[in-house]
C-alpha cells in the first residue's frame, strides 16, 4: 500500500504539472493492518525496521488467561463480545489490544497487542 505524495493533485499557477522533490523512503511505507480473528492458529512474521522480525497472528483458537491468584491458563476463545477500537472490529469479530473476549473461563480483556505479538494474553474480568 503505497501513501500519497502530499499536495500533488493541484497544477502549478502556470499549468504545469507538480513533481515531488523525493520518492517516499522505505520507512515512511504503509502496511495493510493485521486483523486477527478467531480461528485455528495461523501466524506470520514480517520484517520491520533495524532487521528485525515481528510476528503476527491471522487467527487464534486460545488465550492465555491471567485469573488474578497468579495463576495463567491456556483457555478457548468462544468469541469477541466488545472491541472499543473500532465498532466495524466488534462485527467482524478482529481481536486487537482491548477487546473483550468470552472464554470458557468467562470474560476477560485482552492486555497485548496480537497483530505485533504473535500472542494474545488477557486478564479475566470480575462478573
Given at each position: 500500500m503505497r501513501k500519497s505524495v502530499e499536495n500533488l493533485a493541484t497544477s502549478k499557477i502556470t499549468?504545469?504539472?507538480?513533481?515531488?522533490?523525493?520518492?517516499?523512503r522505505k520507512y515512511e511505507l504503509d502496511r495493510y493492518p493485521n486483523?486477527?480473528?478467531?480461528?485455528?492458529?495461523?501466524?506470520?512474521?514480517?520484517?520491520?525496521?533495524?532487521?528485525?522480525?515481528?510476528?503476527?497472528?491471522?487467527?487464534?483458537?486460545?488465550?492465555?488467561?491471567?485469573?488474578?491468584?497468579?495463576k495463567v491458563k491456556k483457555t478457548k476463545i468462544i468469541k469477541v463480545l466488545d472491541n472499543t477500537t473500532n465498532n466495524d472490529y466488534k462485527r467482524r469479530g478482529i481481536i486487537t489490544?482491548?477487546?473483550?473476549?468470552?472464554?470458557?473461563?468467562?470474560?476477560c480483556k485482552v492486555v497485548s497487542k496480537p497483530g505485533q505479538n504473535g500472542i494474545v494474553n488477557a486478564i479475566l474480568l470480575k462478573e
Open positions: 499549468g504545469g504539472r507538480r513533481i515531488p522533490l523525493r520518492t517516499r486483523e486477527p480473528i478467531n480461528g485455528a492458529q495461523l501466524t506470520i512474521t514480517r520484517r520491520v525496521r533495524g532487521n528485525n522480525n515481528k510476528t503476527a497472528l491471522k487467527s487464534i483458537d486460545f488465550v492465555n488467561l491471567s485469573t488474578g491468584d497468579a489490544k482491548g477487546a473483550i473476549l468470552e472464554t470458557q473461563e468467562g470474560k
